[in-house]
């Protein structure tokens, strides 16, 4: 029998264009799937990536393929196209969205869901030295320049070209500042222990720089206190109320230190993507867009935002935090608004967040969990946050592979992604710098 043909969507239906493939984006379309509508959602990347898990990739614990899946296997409909592409501009007044390909989108509605991006307060230089973590190449570059730290710190015999090659420091100390200080912190302890022949890798400095008295602001204080305390256990060196005036690519210096660090990753601060930019309203200084109750552009009201990129109050007029579950939620809501269009049925009443708990993991059988009264810590958070975890991951194949690799590594204290693979002549560039500085006098690498 031959095979039968997907059946193009027909031309008559209402036009749902959705740009990125995110939580909100990817959620939306699900959630639309089966309703009267021909759905184009536009990404920039072919896949759809698990963002609480990137620090694991940063930091050689699991491969990318664990925690990003191409978004046309998640999203096969008869009535959704998926385009790789990215939208550089918006014409209101025809309902068309410019592509970066030269095309341009007709819609109906239009859902903007493509988040946030890093922002480095005004000083954009300090991104060439201070990678940040938002996607799977920003993840694999970091991993490489963290693993190439150690293979460098090998092949050089200058001991303060050493230690600034082992220093590594975040700045900032929300979930992904600590993700990855106490990730790091337990790579270079135990993950390659007796690796080098030249040096100790638990003499890596890991160093937390945090502008607030606090780390972990949205988490009540005795969670960020135990979060502290388990960072300290692991010889990270925290930084409370300290505040990072330059970075360059030396180290960093904060307030009137001058730190020498082979890696400086930021985890700090971030802003609306450019697709805010391109509608009529005020945006809030985080550059996100202030939706109406029922999460439409005011005055626009077949133009919505989720995610990320929307700025929405809480009942208590706090906003909401930028997290998977509230992208997820306000996804179904719009596609609940949209199907009361559909079937000329009331509009569902204003969205509401349900708030379900915050987790944030601080090493091996560490983690704090906040789920409103309830709070868990050590290795019953830590528990919870990776069964949430496993759960949330989109995929079969993705849980397990993440499973077992959780596993094996909690058995072996081993990681297994600990691969370089840029060129051998990057990592050798950097030691031939380092050796430049050393002075004619330098020792032949590793020969000491
Ligand atoms: C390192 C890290 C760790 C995190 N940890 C947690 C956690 O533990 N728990 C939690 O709940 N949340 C966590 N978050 C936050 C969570 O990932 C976000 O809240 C969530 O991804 C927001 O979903 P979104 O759909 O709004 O945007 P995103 O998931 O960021 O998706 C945006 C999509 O839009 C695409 N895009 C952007 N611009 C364009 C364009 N112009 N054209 C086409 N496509 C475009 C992007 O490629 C991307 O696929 C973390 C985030 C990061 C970066």
Not at 62 to 89: F, Y
Not at 102 to 112: A, N, P, S, T, W
Not at 178 to 188: F, H, Q, T
Request: aromatic share 8%; hydrophobic share 45%; proline share 5%.
């Amino acid at each position: 029998m031959a095979a039968s043909k997907p059946n193009p969507a027909p031309s008559n239906l209402l036009k749902v264009v959705v740009v990125g493939g995110g939580f909100g984006g990817l959620d939306l379309v699900r959630h639309l799937a089966s309703a009267p509508v021909a759905i184009t959602l536009v990404d920039r990347n072919n896949h759809h990536v698990f963002q609480p898990l990137l620090y694991q990739v940063a930091t050689a614990a699991l491969p990318p393929a664990d925690i990003a899946q191409p978004i046309r296997d998640l999203l096969k409909g008869s009535n959704i196209t998926v385009r790789l592409d990215e939208a550089v501009g918006l014409d209101l007044h025809r309902r068309q969205l410019k592509l970066r390909s030269g095309g341009m989108l007709e819609y109906d509605v239009l859902v903007l869901a493509s988040g946030v991006e890093y922002t480095y307060f005004g000083h954009n230089e300090w991104a060439a030295f201070a990678p940040s973590l938002k996607t799977v190449k920003d993840a694999r570059d970091i991993r490489e320049r963290l693993l190439s730290a150690f293979e460098d710190a090998e092949n050089t015999s200058d001991l303060d070209v050493r230690r600034r090659l082992l220093t590594f420091v975040l700045v900032g100390g929300g979930p992904t500042g600590v993700e990855l200080a106490g990730s790091i912190a337990e790579l270079a302890r135990y993950a390659l222990r007796k690796n080098f022949k030249h040096f100790d890798p638990a003499s890596a400095r890991v160093i937390l720089v945090e502008s607030e008295p606090r780390l972990l602001s949205g988490f009540t204080d005795d969670l960020a206190d135990y979060a502290l305390r388990a960072l300290q256990r692991l010889h990270v060196e925290i930084r409370l109320s300290a505040r990072v005036s330059s970075i360059d690519a030396d180290g960093v210096r904060v307030g009137a230190e001058k730190i020498a660090a082979g890696l400086v990753i930021w985890c700090a601060g971030v802003k609306g993507t450019k697709p805010a930019s391109w509608l009529p309203v005020t945006l809030t200084k985080h550059g996100t867009v202030p939706v109406s109750a029922d999460l439409s552009v005011p005055g626009h009201s077949n133009i919505f935002v989720i995610g990320d990129l929307a700025s929405v109050q809480s009942s208590s007029g706090e906003p909401l935090p930028q997290v998977a579950a509230v992208a997820k939620q306000e996804a179904h809501y719009v596609a609940e608004v949209l199907r009361s269009r559909l079937n000329q049925t009331k509009p569902p009443a204003p969205f509401t967040y349900r708030n379900y708990g915050m987790l944030a993991v601080v090493g091996r059988s560490a983690a704090v969990a906040q789920f409103n009264r309830i709070r868990l810590k050590g290795t019953v958070g830590w528990l919870v946050w990776g069964l949430a975890h496993i759960f949330f991951l989109i995929g079969f194949r993705n849980r397990t592979a993440v499973f077992v690799s959780w596993f094996w590594e909690w058995w072996t204290n081993r990681r297994g992604a600990r691969l370089i693979i840029g060129s051998i002549a990057a990592v050798q560039g950097k030691t031939d710098q380092d050796k430049s500085q050393q002075g004619p006098g330098a020792t032949e690498a590793g020969t000491s």
